[in-house]
Nanobody, 120 residues
Framework: QVQLVESGGGLVQPGGSLRLSCAASGSILSISDMGWYRQAPGKERELVAIVRSGGTIVYADSVKGRFTISADKAKNTVFLQMNSLKPEDTAVYYC??????????????WGQGTLVTVSS
């Protein structure tokens, strides 16, 4: 099975920056899409950014120009660089990595979530 471990969350002031990391471990044959989602209090989980296997990157309109997603597939790791953070970015951030492990069927795997709090 594939396990995802997230890190990098914390408390930051408005305008500050954070970098989230998500590393997958286990018997991994290959990795496909890698992305980040977030869920704020009282809201549904939403897509923040995703990098697809072909290299296509999609960002939520609310983070365009401020967040950058990147991946190191050789290390089974995806990153989210967050700049110019705003209070409305406060949420629990979850990574999701589609991976093939015991078979060549790609299955979505979720991280445990890391809390990002933007406040002065």
């Amino acid at each position: 099975q594939v396990q995802l471990v997230e890190s990098g969350g914390g408390l930051v002031q408005p305008g500050g920056s954070l970098r989230l990391s998500c590393a997958a471990s286990g018997s991994i044959l290959s990795i496909s899409d890698m992305g980040w989602y977030r869920q704020a209090p009282g809201k549904e989980r939403e897509l923040v950014a995703i990098v697809r296997s072909g290299g296509t990157i999609v960002y939520a309109d609310s983070v365009k120009g401020r967040f950058t997603i990147s991946a190191d597939k050789a290390k089974n790791t995806v990153f989210l660089q967050m700049n110019s953070l705003k209070p409305e970015d406060t949420a629990v951030y979850y990574c999701k990595i589609d991976a093939a492990s015991q078979s060549w069927k790609f299955v979505g795997n979720w991280g445990q979530g890391t809390l990002v709090t933007v406040s002065s």
